[in-house]
């Protein structure tokens, strides 16, 4: 079973920008399709972004254009870098891993990124 621990949440103006980092242990990073996901209040959690280990990536229509997921198997952490922030994008952000033959789901703790003036 993998570990998620989430790095790099914080206050920014709109228009700034953050990374959040996940670091994975505890298994095989490469069997994993990694993932950002964020819950904002009252809202439900929604999925952001994903990447394979052969870096396959798909994002929501909202951050299309503004944030960029990554992932460096060597380190077995996953990036999501965030520019151009919006109010709307303030939530909990949330690493997700997917172990790719039993389909096992893991969850980080979650990190604030808030956005605001």
């Known amino acids: 079973q993998v570990q998620l621990v989430e790095f790099g949440g914080g206050l920014v103006q709109p228009g700034g920008s953050l990374r959040l980092s996940c670091a994975a242990s505890?298994?095989?990073?490469?069997?994993?399709?990694m993932a950002w996901y964020r819950q904002a209040p009252g809202k439900q959690r929604e999925l952001v972004a994903s990447?394979?280990?052969?870096?396959?990536?798909n994002y929501t229509d909202s951050v299309k254009g503004r944030f960029t997921i990554s992932r460096d198997n060597a380190k077995n952490t996953v990036y999501l870098q965030m520019n151009s922030l919006k109010p709307e994008d303030t939530a909990v952000y949330y690493c997700?891993?997917?172990?790719?033959?039993?389909?096992?789901?893991?969850w980080g703790q979650g990190t604030q990124v808030t956005v605001s003036s």
């Open positions: 997700n891993a997917v172990q790719i033959t039993t389909m096992k789901e893991n």
């Open positions: 505890g298994s095989i990073f490469s069997l994993y399709v």
């Open positions: 990447i394979t280990s052969g870096g396959v990536i």
